[in-house]
């Protein structure tokens, strides 16, 4: 994969979506070619909102803004990074925003029955696949004043990682362009 060396590419990159879309594969393999930190925002919550989330409860907005705040604070470090985020509703990514007011957010998305598969099978995660509903049923589309793109995940992480790498080429003047 060819490096995203640009001095005007984008250094803050949410990949974003629903539990199950792939944002963690994606994001690390957006790390090499772009020379950023990759870190996973599964990472990021407190202990409380993971046994929340185990045990099937949705968490609040209360819960989240802590993580959120932590997850700008991390897209901000000098140099940039890429965080998995699932950022679902666009309040949440205006609030990381507050803190990394150019991030660019990469949206992963996909069938419900594609992303049901993709969670029933996986293994040693505290997101059961009883909570896909409620997060789809929360999820707010990038709108078109946000800088960002959507990706289907139909495709393999390695393509879908090209075409992100291609979009981000064209990012320049972090102008919502859509």
Not at 4 to 33: E, F, Y
Request: negative net charge.
């Amino acid at each position: 994969m060819t490096a995203v060396t640009h001095p005007d590419t984008p250094r803050r990159i949410v990949v974003m979506g629903v539990s199950g879309c792939g944002k963690s594969s994606v994001g690390q393999l957006l790390a090499k070619p772009t020379g950023l930190q990759f870190k996973d925002g599964d990472d990021l919550h407190p202990q409380a909102n993971k046994d929340k989330m185990a045990n099937g409860i949705p968490l609040t907005d209360e819960d989240r803004w802590p993580w959120l705040d932590l997850v700008g604070c991390t897209l901000s470090l000098p140099g940039g990074a890429i965080v998995a985020c699932s950022a679902l509703k666009k309040e949440y990514r205006d609030r990381i925003r507050r803190l990394a007011p150019d991030a660019v957010f990469v949206h992963l998305v996909g069938s419900e029955d594609l992303l049901m598969e993709r969670l029933t099978n996986r293994k040693k995660h505290f997101m059961p696949p009883s909570l896909l509903k409620s997060q789809l049923a929360t999820l707010e589309p990038l709108e078109i004043s946000e800088m960002g793109q959507e990706f289907d995940i139909q495709a393999t992480p390695e393509e879908l990682t090209k075409d992100i790498l291609a979009w981000l080429l064209t990012v320049k003047d972090l102008t919502p362009s859509r």
